[in-house]
């Protein structure tokens, strides 16, 4: 590549601003703009790209929807009636605790598609109930809370599918199936960790529920239990979009906290839209820079170049995917989730169709990778959401983390390998794929 060319001086001005500092979604928009001064094209392009592709895709929309979702459930008292119902079915075994993480995260899977917002949400009580009186290591608590948080965002919904759904055309709907029992499986690996780490560090045994009081938690959590059948339901009946079902999600959360549980404040309803508007923003930046960038990506016929570069190679399909593993995943240690799904994976998208693999596994592949990167130093998000959250040392924590973070590579390589893990329950559903 020419060091010198409009689009090498572009990525190095992207490259450069990340690096200052400047969010990434800002970085592409002044990166994209230059590179449109030098080739001199119209600087009103970029407004175009800009407007038509937030205003064309209505699927964009659901992602402020779904983070607005989470944070009605987290301040009201959903999230605590849910951890209580989650006790009730695993907590009397040894590290009865630590096992209610996860499934906790398998049910908020269903609520809230961010695994940001179950690590902030649900995670910080999470690590205060492991840790108070000495019950567990705070660092084992908050490795085991970042890493059952990457769970949300492959059971449905899911935010990062939502996102490849954008710049793949795939069907939300089969994205959000096919995700099933990957993310059952992810979570079934951390169950069997958290069984041997309890044998081995002798982890306590919590007070097993009475009997008579399994049917009153069972009905105070009910209606929360209910918001991933409904939200579910709708979606996969054809009663709703995608779109549709996340703002009935909101809708649905804000109603049980008010009417039913009665545990929202003005104030703390104020501070949900607010945090909601502040998320979705910097979403939606990361998302227009990104358009922006990708028009500038296809005038320089990239994806095309490198699906002749690959095809040269005479990659199979499953050579294919194991390049995009290790480009994802070492990309994953330095970049954030989403910008990897907006810039690098539209390039491999064409190629992986020459190839005929399948648009609905490569989504699940690719949003797995995604998910190991939030816990994989030394970007990690999670890991440093948790170290604000416990005041443990990032380092801890990831030494905690390391068997976990084997058994999800053990997840990655069976569906990777493995389609019909994948593509199974889309099938069952009417999908030709």
Request: hydrophobic share 55%; net charge neutral.
């Amino acid at each position: 590549m020419n060091l010198t060319s409009p689009f090498s001086i572009s990525i190095f001005v992207i490259t450069g601003l990340a690096f200052l500092g400047l969010p990434i979604g800002l970085s592409m928009m002044t990166g994209s703009v230059l590179y449109l001064f030098l080739v001199g094209a119209d600087m009103g392009t970029v407004a175009e790209q800009f407007l038509n592709g937030m205003y064309s895709n209505y699927v964009i929309l659901s992602v402020p929807l779904f983070i607005l979702a989470a944070e009605f459930m987290n301040i009201g008292s959903m999230t605590e009636r849910l951890l209580a119902f989650c006790n009730v079915l695993v907590g009397r075994f040894r590290g009865g605790l630590a096992q209610v993480n996860v499934v906790q995260s398998i049910i908020f899977a269903g609520m809230s598609g961010s695994a940001v917002a179950d690590a902030a949400g649900s995670g910080r009580m999470m690590q205060n109930m492991m840790t108070r009186d000495g019950r567990y290591p705070a660092s084992y608590a908050a490795a085991l809370t970042a890493v059952t948080s990457v769970i949300g965002p492959i059971i449905p919904p899911s935010i990062p599918m939502i996102v490849y759904a954008l710049v793949s055309d795939a069907s939300i709907g089969y994205l959000f199936l096919a995700g099933m029992v990957p993310g059952l499986l992810m979570a079934g690996l951390q169950m069997l960790q958290v069984a041997y780490d309890a044998r081995r560090r002798n982890f306590p045994v919590e007070a097993p529920v009475a009997l008579r009081e399994i049917p009153r938690i069972t009905w105070r959590a009910f209606p929360a239990l209910m918001m991933p059948v409904l939200l579910l339901g709708c979606i996969y009946s054809g009663v709703t979009t995608p779109t549709e079902a996340a703002a009935l999600a909101a809708a649905y959360a804000l109603l049980v906290s008010v009417v039913i549980y009665r545990s929202i404040s003005w104030g703390a309803f104020y501070d949900s839209l607010l945090l909601s508007a502040k998320s979705s923003t910097s979403i939606g930046m990361l998302i227009a820079g990104a358009l922006v960038f990708n028009y500038v990506v296809t005038i320089e016929n990239i994806p095309d170049s490198l699906r002749v570069l690959l095809t040269g190679w005479e990659l199979t399909p499953t050579s294919f995917l194991i390049l995009v593993n290790i480009v994802l995943l070492v990309l994953g240690c330095v970049l954030e989730g989403t910008a990897i799904l907006l810039i690098i994976v539209p390039v491999f998208i064409p190629t992986a169709q020459a190839l005929g693999i399948d648009m609905v596994h490569f989504g699940v592949v690719v949003v797995v990778n995604i998910m190991l990167g939030l816990v994989t130093p030394p970007y990690g998000l999670l890991l440093f959401i948790m170290t604000n959250i416990s005041g443990v040392p990032v380092r801890d924590i990831i030494r905690d983390a390391l068997p976990f973070i084997g058994g999800m590579f053990l997840c990655l390589i069976l569906i990777t390998f493995i389609p019909d893990l994948v593509l199974w329950l889309p099938r069952m559903m009417g999908y030709q794929g």
